[in-house]
């Protein structure tokens, strides 16, 4: 399967690395379609029109714009699509475009979580009626943009946890779009923007960039505590999420003897 990559940042430089060195045997690396100035030394770079003609797979690690810039191409070119930045799909439009129009396929990353194929199972049995995720993330992590000087202040400084939002996961994922991609998984896992309710702690103290999932109804009642050292490029990406995209190009390229 022929692989290229858009973004070559702390997830897409490890998965294209990874890739070019033979870690997914079924997979050939075409290269990177990257956007700064200065390219890759170690990588082939290709251009965003040359991935679409050779590849099969087109991953995207480049973030939620440019996931909408570009990815409606990638699926209407044939190749598949295998996005990372889960939280632009908050736009239904977007989603619908990309998952109904094709030829091409869409995949959706597990990246920082796991236990979305059981909260699909219970959800699609009609046995969910409450999910909840909470992340909880280093505080500097968490400063956006539209928060006014006082707000990011308040974080910057803080001695313990604060928490920053409760809200329905659509407004969650809107509010914070590179530190809950987890929450938008989740609903989309759920099929139920609505039923998903997020929360984000800043906490000046975490070690670890932590997902608590709970989740109840008539199929039981589910807890997923999930742990992640950060990135070492990129505080707001953990570490193990390249590697979530590896397992995934494996499963798309080896379709035999694999979870599903
Ligand atoms: N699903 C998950 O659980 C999960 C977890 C962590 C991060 N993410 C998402 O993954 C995405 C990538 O994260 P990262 O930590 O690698 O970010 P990063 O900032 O380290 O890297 C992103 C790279 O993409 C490049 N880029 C941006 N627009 C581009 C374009 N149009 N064409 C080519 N390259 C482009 C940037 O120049 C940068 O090099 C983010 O959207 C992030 O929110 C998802």
């Given at each position: 399967m022929k692989v290229a990559i858009i973004g070559c940042g702390a997830i897409g430089g490890v998965v294209a690395r990874a890739v070019r060195d033979?870690?997914?045997?079924?997979a050939e690396l075409v290269g990177v379609v990257h956007a700064e100035?200065?390219?890759?030394?170690?990588l082939p770079v290709v251009d965003f029109r040359t991935a679409l003609e050779v590849a099969d797979l087109v991953v995207e690690c480049a973030g939620q714009r440019a996931l909408a810039e570009l990815g409606p191409s990638v699926v209407e070119s044939a190749a598949d699509l295998l996005v990372?930045?889960?939280?632009?799909?908050?736009d239904d439009a977007l989603l619908h475009k990309l998952r109904d129009s094709g030829p091409g396929g869409l995949h959706l990353c597990t990246g920082a979580i796991g236990g979305l194929d059981l909260l699909a199972a219970t959800a699609r049995g009609g046995g969910l009626d409450s999910v909840r995720i909470v992340t909880t993330k280093k505080?500097?992590?968490?400063?956006?943009?539209?928060?006014?000087a006082e707000q990011q202040e308040r974080i910057r400084t803080a001695t313990g946890p604060v928490e920053l939002m409760r809200a329905p996961a659509r407004e969650v994922t809107a509010a914070f779009p590179s530190s809950t991609n987890v929450a938008a998984s989740v609903a989309l896992a759920v099929g139920d923007w609505n039923k998903v309710e997020a929360t984000v702690v800043a906490d000046p103290d975490a070690p670890l960039t932590s997902h608590v999932i709970s989740a109840e109804g008539s199929a039981g009642r589910y807890r997923f505590e999930i742990c992640n050292q950060p990135s070492p490029e990129n505080?707001?990406?953990?570490?193990?999420v390249p590697h979530a995209v590896l397992s995934a190009v494996a499963r798309l390229a080896r379709r035999t003897g694999v979870f599903a």
């Open positions: 033979g870690a997914v045997p079924e100035p200065v390219d890759p030394p170690d990372v930045s889960v939280g632009a799909l908050t505080a500097p992590a968490l400063v956006q943009r539209w928060m006014d505080p707001t990406t953990s570490g193990v």
